[in-house]
């Protein structure tokens, strides 16, 4: 009988310390007691615009909390006194982080495009929000970022648009179309389609063009571009793809005063060589144009402009113009080339 009482109390005791057993393997660490990831010493990461579609890797030695559940990993970048900034997430040991994502994070935390850098990766891991997270030590990799060098301006000149004279108010500055680096729009009456003319980043004959590579209508010769008829016509410039398209000029009216926020909807005339738009209702001012060359899509405000003063005010890489409120009936009228707009 003492045989029997102590088998069951032997196994008893087994089962108790292999329940004490099960309960500790699984009691997550507290964070300050977890085992922090260690980021993989990586190789230079350099950005080109011919591997923007690639991808690097980033490895680690896994976090451990006591317990064998998916810890998820959040991967960081920061560069000099910039807050990090969230990369990509993974589960495992690997990230695959495409350089085009790398690229547009890198730069808007400051890193100096076309140059190595020193970029700091950190990488946070959690089991779940109420354990806590654990942050690796940082990793420092040497990091180029990719950013195409297009001009901060670009200026048209010609027998119409300054007499061929670099110091001449006549020139005509092309506004550069907002959030869209590398692109630039302008809107001219062309009096003579006999009457050449090119374009330039300064104001000087230094790296003058008349072509980008590909041209939408109009043509070439002796060194100048050419429209086919008089009119008012859209000139719009994509460096991003080495593309120039200028056709007949689509300017708008947009909001209350002219019926709605539908784009396209309320095209301004041409009347001789100035353009007009008469109001259907009170509200505040809103013209923009388009192009089918430009990648604004529905974001028109992207080529906006207003009548402040007299003149032709654009909005280019700005942000929201001071507003100019209009009542029913009122004709607005723009000269392009004088740069000044009524309202009357």
Known sequence: MMKKFNLLVS???????????????????????????????HKEILITLDNLKSTTTFKWTEADFGVPAAVKYD???????SNPMFVSSAYGDSLDVKLEDLNKILIQIGAVPNVATNIVFTLKASVSEKHG?????????????????????????????????????????????????????????????????????????????????????FTTRDGNAFV???????????????????????VYGMGNCFGGWNTGQ??????GNKMAITTSASGELRLYANSSGSTVGGDWWRMEFVVLNGKIEYRGNGGDQERVTVGAGKTVTLDFNAGTGTIQ
């Open 11 to 41: 196994l008893f005791a087994l089962l108790f310390t292999s329940c004490e057993k099960d309960q500790y393997i699984y009691t997550v660490l507290p964070a300050d007691q977890a085992t922090i990831p260690v980021l993989t010493v």
């Open 75 to 81: 991967l960081y970048a920061s560069y000099g006194t």
């Open 133 to 217: 997270v654990i942050t690796s030590l940082p990793l420092r990799v040497k990091t180029t970022a990719f950013k195409p060098l297009y001009p901060d301006h670009v200026y048209m000149i010609g027998s119409e648009f300054g007499g061929w004279n670099w110091g001449s108010p006549g020139i005509a500055e092309l506004t550069p179309v907002n959030g869209k680096e590398g692109q630039f729009w302008c809107v001219r009456y062309f009096s003579n389609p006999s009457d050449g003319f090119k374009w330039c980043a300064k104001k000087a004959w230094d790296g003058d063009f008349f072509s980008l590579g590909t041209n939408v209508g």
């Open 228 to 250: 086919s008829a008089p009119g008012m016509y859209s000139v719009y410039i994509d460096y991003t793809v080495n593309k120039i398209t200028i056709e007949p000029a689509k």
């Open 266 to 271: 309320y095209p301004m005339s041409v009347v």
